[in-house]
């Protein structure tokens, strides 16, 4: 299983950025999925998740209404939406998957993607 997270960079405060997951060797519609986050110094933290059959969203308190995840299952790949960015944002974003299920505790995740550096400058 490979879980790949691209789409970050150096935006301005305000800005917007799109991230994107890729996926393979898994059965991507079964996969209830996940994006986290982990600052410099803090402990990586949950920021939206999205149940493996679509119809359910959960976001973290600070993103929501400026956040959306979705997904595209014919194209195994995962998005975040991050519009109204802040310097706050600034972290490497993670993409996580587990069969089938939902909630997303940081233990319960069975995949990992490496990251990708999102920074936010005011």
């Known amino acids: 299983v490979q879980l790949q997270a691209s789409g970050g960079g150096l935006v301005q405060a305000g800005d917007s950025l799109r991230l994107s997951c890729a996926a393979s060797?898994?059965?991507?519609?079964?996969?209830?999925l996940g994006w986290f986050r982990q600052a410099p110094g803090k402990e990586r933290e949950f920021v939206a998740g999205i149940k493996w059959s679509g119809d359910f969203t959960y976001y973290t308190d600070p993103v929501r209404g400026r956040f959306t995840i979705s997904r595209d299952n014919a194209k195994n790949t995962m998005y975040l939406q991050m519009n109204s960015l802040k310097p706050e944002d600034t972290a490497v974003y993670y993409c996580a998957a587990k069969k089938y299920g939902s909630g997303w505790s940081r233990n319960g995740m069975d995949y990992w993607g490496k990251g990708t550096l999102v920074t936010v400058s005011s």
């Open positions: 060797g898994l059965t991507f519609s079964t996969y209830t």
